[in-house]
């Protein structure tokens, strides 16, 4: 969202149209995952709202509002506008597994005219070209969103390689420091589906989805989570 074409709003939505989460889901994750939502938290968080915009993956929809950005398609397939291609850099560490994950979405980006070349970086190398804003994209990964929502915080406004380092709406920033502070419980959740809102319509970033995780473990002990997490967890 610092460079261009990613300054444009709209553009960001382009590509979160042109992008099949559900086909991430099925082929990278073989069906263990859930879709991402725009909004950042899980269909399973309590505070989740389901009343945002969506994305569903429509490759048209994502041609019409290139094409309303004065981008035209040419014959080689991709689009182009003041004389240059359409060429967007995906970035990716192979130590954390989304080299696939690259590879697809360079596919689905590919045919709504977008042309993408994919390149595999060290872990540290990705971070710190994702927190020094030197990227058009990138995939990453963390945990702690199935959590308390102040990790909203972290990943929306934070310094650091999985962050979206997102601080140009105001809106959102106020929303953000509010709900640390509400102590009833309702009015959070309605703070925290606000932001949700909020952030899936900037779009700084676009959750692809939520893996599954198993446990295997022979019924003497009751596993059970707690909201808050212990220490650094939340089993």
Known sequence: HEKEPMTS???????????????LVEITQRGHAIRGSPGLLSPNSPYYNPNIVKYEYNPQRAKDILESQ???LK?????WKDGKILELELITAPSMGF?????IIARQLGEAGIKVNVRSLE????????MNQQFDLAISGHGGIGGDPSILNKVILGEFGYSANYTKNESLNQLLEAHLHEMDEEKRKEIVREI????????PALTLYYPKWY????GS???????GGIARGDR
């Open 123 to 130: 872990w540290k190398t990705l971070d710190s070209r994702v």
């Open 70 to 72: 004065r981008y035209q």
């Open 196 to 203: 949700q809102k909020i952030y899936a319509e900037e779009l």
């Open 75 to 79: 014959e080689d397939g991709y689009y």
């Open 215 to 218: 446990w295997g473990h022979d």
């Open 9 to 23: 709003k709209e553009f960001r939505h382009a590509l979160a149209y042109a992008i099949n989460r559900t086909e």
């Open 99 to 103: 080299e696939r994950v690259a590879e």
């Open 221 to 227: 002990v009751d596993i059970y989570y707690t909201m």
